[in-house]
């Protein structure tokens, strides 16, 4: 049997580990190839060791431990995971030109000045606030506005959005983007209730999904990837990137490399890469199946790390970072403090702030010149922490399709593909779709695609 993953971020390297593993339970005889369009294995989690001391992270921070695939992979790369500092538990949100920590215990939440008294009553009402009916989409904000009033929607669940999708919480659809404030109010009835029976029966997680100590690695998060690479028992090609694939005889699969390469024959295929690659690849042969792919949309978003010498030091809070709504001066969606947050990301003495910028609320940061983007975060930087001292170090990074944006049909438009894929693969082997595009946006949920479409590559009678 024949397997060609293509996409070498997290989901793809899943998948292929997942495959190997089952065939290997099976003792079924497999290979299996990895393809990847970028010089090393990776995706969206680029790690990079500057010198003078500095690791930046072009993409996630880090990953929550509560994903029983990862616990699996890092098995199998033989690492160890690095806990995120206390400090990281500290979160803040920019408002009224301040910084304000975002406090879990309700006296301090509700001291914190981010919520009016009028806010904070009507956040109270929460509990009397009947379930939604019907089964007709709701985004974020509406739902927030509905159980919490409009201040909350706008000054705690909005900046949210835009600290996990980057996106806008009045077009992402709830129940796609964050099931677990669904599923709340479907059971309980209200969101506190809900709270108050986890707690009560000893459960772990809030309305935004599962709790989880956030982790990496010494060296970053790519780390992993590049050590699975290292140690995988199957083939990697980097720089192949896959122009289409094909049907082929005898229900295998053509992967097409181009430039006149030989064609590759698979008998099952996962394909684990951004929508808008997955939209191009079938474009040729399944051009119902691209154009709904290509409706998901991937905002840019720039990444801009700043270092600042130990003189700056004091200028920051001990913490993860801040979130920064639409309705405050800074054009920034957030600022994380790295260095606060895991051990060996600055020299010593050192600071090292990242700036994200764009997403769906800001496209246009794009038409900004480097020169001008390092601009505006350093003088952001400064006016908001008051810090006068110019960083020593920079590095930036541009994602052209950064993170998906489940908005508003969702859901109709994951099963619209799926339908579409079962059309288009009747009478062939199996086509599986991993990545982050539909069925989760975090790094754990990716690796948990992967590594499921991985064991169903093998387990699924392939057409030969």
């Not at 199946?289 to 978003?301: F, K, Q, R, S």
């Not at 700056?312 to 309705?327: D, Q």
């Not at 600022?335 to 051990?343: A, E, Q, V």
């Not at 894929?421 to 199996?430: D, F, M, V, W």
Request: charged letters at 20%; one cysteine or more; proline letters at 6%.
């Amino acid at each position: 049997m024949q397997l060609v993953v293509v996409g070498g971020g997290i989901s793809g390297l899943a998948a292929a580990w997942a495959a190997h593993e089952e065939a290997r339970k099976r003792e079924t005889s497999i290979e299996i190839t990895l393809l990847d369009a970028a010089d090393q294995v990776g995706g969206k989690a680029v790690s990079n060791r500057s010198e003078g001391g500095w690791l930046t992270e072009s993409g996630p921070t880090g990953f929550l431990d509560n994903e029983p695939v990862l616990d699996e992979l890092i098995a199998l790369a033989g690492l160890t995971k690095v806990p995120a500092n206390e400090a990281a538990a500290h979160r803040f949100l920019v408002f009224g030109g301040k910084l304000r920590e975002i406090h879990a215990h309700p006296l301090k939440f509700a001291t914190g000045g981010i919520i009016s008294p009028l806010g904070l009553m009507r956040m109270a009402r929460e509990i009397f606030v009947p379930g939604k009916q019907g089964k007709a989409d709701e985004s974020v904000w509406e739902f927030g506005r509905r159980r919490l009033g409009a201040q909350a929607a706008d000054r705690m669940l909005a900046p949210m959005v835009q600290g996990v999708f980057a996106g806008d919480s009045k077009k992402l659809s709830l129940p796609a983007a964050f099931p677990r404030m669904a599923e709340m109010e479907q059971q309980y009835g209200s969101l506190f209730k809900a709270l108050i029976a986890v707690k009560r029966t000893g459960g772990k997680g809030g309305p935004s999904g599962p709790s989880g100590t956030l982790t990496s690695f010494e060296g970053g998060l790519q780390t992993l990837l590049l050590t699975l690479a290292a140690k995988a028992p199957f083939k990697i090609r980097n720089r192949a990137r896959v122009n289409s694939i094909l049907c082929a005889d005898h229900g295998q699969w053509a992967i097409d490399l181009g430039d006149g390469q030989e064609m590759l024959k698979a008998d099952s295929v996962v394909l684990a890469t951004e929508g808008p690659c997955m939209a191009r690849i079938f474009e040729a042969d399944a051009p119902t199946l691209a154009t709904e792919l290509d409706t998901i949309d991937h905002p840019g978003v720039s990444v801009l790390s700043l270092g600042y010498p130990p003189e700056a030091a004091t200028h920051f809070p001990n913490g993860f970072g801040c979130l920064i709504p639409r309705t405050e001066k800074p054009r920034a969606l957030g600022f994380l403090w790295d260095s606060r947050i895991f051990p060996d990301r600055a020299p010593e003495g050192h600071t090292l702030v990242r700036a994200l910028y764009g997403g769906a609320v800001d496209p246009s940061v794009a038409d900004l010149s480097s020169e001008e983007l390092k601009e505006r975060a350093t003088r952001e930087i400064c006016e908001l922490f008051h810090c006068p001292v110019a960083p020593v170090f920079t590095h930036e990074t541009r994602w052209q399709n950064a993170i998906p944006q489940y908005n508003l049909g969702h859901l109709g438009r994951v099963a619209r593909i799926e339908a579409a894929l079962k059309i288009h693969t009747e009478g062939q082997g199996p086509l599986q779709l991993a990545g982050n595009s539909m069925y989760g946006v975090a790094f754990g949920k990716a690796a948990a695609r992967g590594w499921k479409v991985g064991q169903q590559a093998v387990s699924q009678p392939a057409m030969v």
